[in-house]
Structure formats: structure tokens, C-alpha cells
């Protein structure tokens, strides 16, 4: 799932609140690998929710696709969900969000169980891995712009 990047270690502020999807509105945007391999593009939908997409290509090709959403739930959290295709969507917690970075986390998936995000000027980086940051792969992607 070569389509989210590395987080960087960002200390962490607190939600001051519940969380919402206007924390995140550094991830809007266009992003794509160095090598133009893969992009996901993440815009803010009607609802104020976010809603991505990510494709991976061989040789122009689609190998490899899914649909995101992060969304704020009636409880209060804020909810990443992933849809790759042809699998079932599964989705994540926000456990820790700071001005550019947040991490989600789902104990009871078999992997990733956790997915960070961070931004540092026009890269996006984000990792994903078990819990506590075991077994990682990272993707770096650049401003498509």
C-alpha cells in the first residue's frame, strides 16, 4: 500500500476540544511520489469532512487504488477510513494531532494499525505500521503543483 508517507516526530498539541477535520487542512492538496508512480489527492467536501483518493501506477497503468475519508464522528473522534479496492474499508482513529502531523490508530487490524501523516512545507510524509511503530513502510510525495 506504497501510497502514504513517513511521519516525522512533531511534539504534539493537544485538541483543545474535540477534533476536527479543519486540523488537517494542511492535507488538502495534490500530492505525488518524486517519481509521478503514485498521487492522492485529498479536497474538503460539502460537508466540511475530507475526502481523498490515491492510485498507484505501473507503467501508466492503475496497480493499485483506494478511496479515503476523514471524518468527525457524533462521538466526538476524528475518523480516517480507507477503502482499497477490492478489500473491505477499515478505518482509524486520530489519536494525536498537532499543527502538521497526525497519527491514527486501529488495534484490531491486521495492518497497518496505525497510519501517520505529517507535512513539512510541500512534502507529505506518512508511515504506515503496526502498533507502537513496528514493522513500517514509509512514502514521501511532493506537491503535484
Same mark, same amino acid.
Given at each position: 500500500?506504497?501510497?502514504?508517507?513517513?511521519?516525522?516526530?512533531?511534539?504534539?498539541?493537544?485538541?483543545?476540544?474535540?477534533?476536527?477535520?479543519?486540523?488537517?487542512?494542511?492535507?488538502?492538496?495534490?500530492?505525488?511520489?518524486?517519481?509521478?508512480?503514485?498521487?492522492?489527492?485529498?479536497?474538503?467536501?460539502?460537508?466540511?469532512?475530507?475526502?481523498?483518493?490515491?492510485?498507484?501506477?505501473?507503467?501508466?497503468?492503475?496497480?493499485? %487504488?483506494?478511496?479515503?475519508?476523514?471524518?468527525?464522528?457524533?462521538?466526538? @473522534? =476524528?475518523?480516517?477510513? &480507507?477503502? /482499497?479496492?477490492?478489500?473491505?474499508?477499515?478505518?482509524?482513529?486520530?489519536?494525536?494531532?498537532?499543527?502538521?502531523?497526525?497519527?491514527?490508530?486501529?488495534?484490531?487490524?491486521?495492518?497497518?494499525?496505525?497510519?501517520? %501523516?505529517?507535512?513539512?512545507?510541500?512534502?507529505?510524509?506518512?508511515?504506515? @505500521? =503496526?502498533?507502537?511503530? &513496528?514493522? /513500517?513502510?514509509?512514502?514521501?510525495?511532493?506537491?503535484?503543483?
Amino acid at each position: 500500500m506504497k501510497v502514504l508517507y513517513i511521519l516525522l516526530a512533531l511534539p504534539v498539541l493537544s485538541f483543545g476540544g474535540e477534533p476536527t477535520e479543519a486540523q488537517l487542512d494542511w492535507l488538502v492538496g495534490c500530492w505525488t511520489t518524486p517519481e509521478g508512480d503514485a498521487q492522492e489527492v485529498w479536497v474538503v467536501d460539502s460537508e466540511g469532512a475530507l475526502a481523498g483518493f490515491s492510485v498507484a501506477l505501473d507503467n501508466n497503468a492503475v496497480r493499485f %487504488y483506494e478511496v479515503l475519508g476523514i471524518r468527525h464522528m457524533e462521538d466526538g @473522534s =476524528l475518523v480516517y477510513t &480507507a477503502h /482499497p479496492v477490492g478489500q473491505a474499508s477499515t478505518s482509524f482513529t486520530a489519536k494525536e494531532i498537532s499543527e502538521n502531523s497526525v497519527l491514527f490508530v486501529n488495534a484490531d487490524h491486521d495492518y497497518p494499525q496505525e497510519i501517520r %501523516y505529517s507535512r513539512d512545507s510541500n512534502h507529505l510524509y506518512a508511515t504506515i @505500521s =503496526l502498533l507502537n511503530g &513496528a514493522n /513500517p513502510n514509509y512514502f514521501n510525495k511532493i506537491s503535484c503543483e
